[in-house]
């Protein structure tokens, strides 16, 4: 499904957006953590396997879950919470599927 893989990477471009730009207002000097997109659709939907395919993976507590969209170097929580955001954003809207951010604390 071309539409998922674009909506993916669309989404990752966002999340390395938002993640670089609070970067640059606010610095690398929150805890450490990590952040990721969970979208809850069955990994045996025809989106879930596109989703799989695009880096997805199955998450433990259901839905499929993609972690550190952003790709950033950085252990700033805040700063990845922030990407993650912005790509369930764009998920939710290109997909029509219901996706969240979430993070913990390392």
């Known amino acids: 499904m071309d539409q ?4 993916v990477a669309l989404a990752k471009q966002e999340a390395a957006k938002a993640t670089e730009d609070f970067l640059a207002k606010h610095g690398d000097r929150d805890a450490c953590g990590f952040a990721w997109v969970t979208v809850y659709e069955k990994g045996s939907t025809k989106t879930g396997r596109a989703l799989i395919k695009a880096g997805f993976s199955k998450a433990y507590s259901g839905g499929l879950q993609l972690w550190n969209p952003s790709g950033s170097w950085t252990q700033c929580i805040t700063a990845k919470e922030v990407g993650a955001e912005a790509a369930a954003k ?3 809207e290109k997909l029509g599927v219901k996706a969240y951010a979430g993070s913990r604390m390392d």
């Open 90 to 92: 764009v998920l939710a």
């Open 4 to 7: 998922v893989q674009e909506a």
